[in-house]
C-alpha cells in the first residue's frame, strides 16, 4: 500500500517519515516526547493546543483506504468524509488490526498525514490551513512534527 519507493526496507516510524520528507525537500521540525496513544495527549506533550494538531484518520471501504486529517480537537462527520472523498456508503473506520496489516511502518494510531507516503486518496480540513504551522504524528507514538499544512497538502 505504502510508496515502496520511499521507505526502505526496514525503515520504521520517524526513521521512515523523515527520509520521506527530505526526498521531498520538505521544512518541518522534529519533536520528541515521552509515549502517546492519543492525538490531543501528543498535542499537550509537544506544547501545543489540540486544534493546532492534526490526527490522521484512516478509513477503509470496497474502494481501499483512505485519510482523512482532521484538527485533533474534532471528531471525523463520517458522512461528509464520504462524500469528500466519492467513497460508498460502506465507508467507515479502519480497524487497529487492519492499520497494522497494511501500514507496518507505522504504529498504530500514529499514522502520518502524508497520502504519497501512506498510498491512499487524502483529504485535509482546511481549518487547519488557518495556521502557519501544525503539529502532526511523526509515524510512531514518540515523535511529533511541527510543518505548515501547505506542505501536507503539497506532498
Not at 123 to 152: F, M, Q, V, W
Amino acid at each position: 500500500m505504502m510508496d515502496d519507493d520511499v521507505i526502505e526496507q526496514g525503515m520504521h516510524g520517524i526513521e521512515a517519515v523523515a527520509h520521506f520528507l527530505e526526498r521531498k525537500r520538505a521544512a518541518y521540525e522534529l519533536i520528541e516526547h515521552p509515549d502517546t496513544f492519543a492525538a490531543v495527549d501528543e498535542a499537550r506533550a509537544a506544547g501545543s493546543a489540540p486544534a493546532r494538531m492534526a490526527k490522521t484518520v484512516l478509513l477503509h471501504d470496497h474502494g481501499g483506504f483512505r485519510a482523512a486529517i482532521i484538527p485533533a480537537s474534532e471528531l471525523l462527520d463520517l458522512h461528509k468524509a464520504r462524500v469528500l472523498l466519492g467513497a460508498s456508503g460502506h465507508l467507515r473506520l479502519a480497524s487497529e488490526d487492519e492499520i497494522e496489516r497494511e501500514f507496518p511502518a507505522f504504529d498504530a494510531g500514529a499514522l502520518p498525514p502524508f497520502s504519497a507516503l501512506l498510498g491512499t486518496p487524502e483529504i485535509l480540513d482546511p481549518r487547519l490551513l488557518a495556521y502557519h504551522n501544525i503539529l502532526c504524528s511523526g509515524g510512531d507514538h514518540r515523535h511529533t512534527l511541527k510543518i505548515s499544512p501547505r506542505e501536507i497538502e503539497r506532498l
